[in-house]
């Protein structure tokens, strides 16, 4: 039982362990959630949204049905260059930084559009920049992660991000019946 490597606690195997314990939710950690959190609130409310203001807009429901399909394609493509991209370390940084910009900046515009097709452009841009973001985003996490929590890191940030998509379409349907459509997206 000597020579099994399990058996001497005192040495390296016992690091795992100690690091589980101490400070697995970095400065670094928490930001990533926060982050998350607040951009899945974003655009999250302003997909759930989006049905409104089509209606105002006088589109045909089809049209919602398009803007989704053609966004999910988009995202999908931004996550395979995305992934790329993330490849290289100094560009990690700024592509997570302008994703998460440029997805706010997009569902904002939702509320200037004049029909559906400029709904569209919006969101083909804000998830095509969310999709590029992702793999970024998921390798810095793992920089600053320990190896020992990484996954309790992961954890955490997927729960934060799922806090945001709860909370996001909440607010929106609160906001909605008592302000107009277009300043939700503010």
């Known amino acids: 039982a000597a020579d099994h490597p399990r058996a001497d606690m005192s040495g390296p195997t016992r690091a795992p362990e100690s690091a589980a314990k101490v400070g697995w939710l970095t400065p ?8 998350s959190l607040l951009s899945d609130f974003g655009h999250e409310a302003g997909t759930a949204t989006m049905p409104a203001l089509l209606t105002v807009l006088g589109a045909a429901p089809a049209a919602l049905g398009l803007i989704e399909g053609i966004a999910d394609g988009v995202v999908s493509l931004g996550k395979l260059y995305g992934g790329a991209l993330a490849n290289r370390l100094a560009w990690r940084k700024p592509l997570t930084i302008a994703g998460y910009l440029i997805t706010g900046l997009a569902v904002g515009l939702f509320g200037l559009a004049q029909s559906w097709v400029h709904l569209l452009l919006a969101r083909m841009v804000g998830w095509l920049a969310k999709g590029l973001r992702g793999p970024s985003r998921a390798a810095m996490l793992a920089d600053v992660a320990e190896k020992a929590t990484l996954g309790r890191a992961i954890g955490f940030h997927r729960a934060m991000d799922t806090v945001g998509a709860v909370l996001g379409p909440l607010a929106a349907t609160l ?12």
């Open 175 to 186: 906001l909605l019946g008592r302000i107009p459509v277009r300043q939700v997206f503010l």
């Open 28 to 35: 670094a950690i928490l930001g990533f959630g926060i982050a």
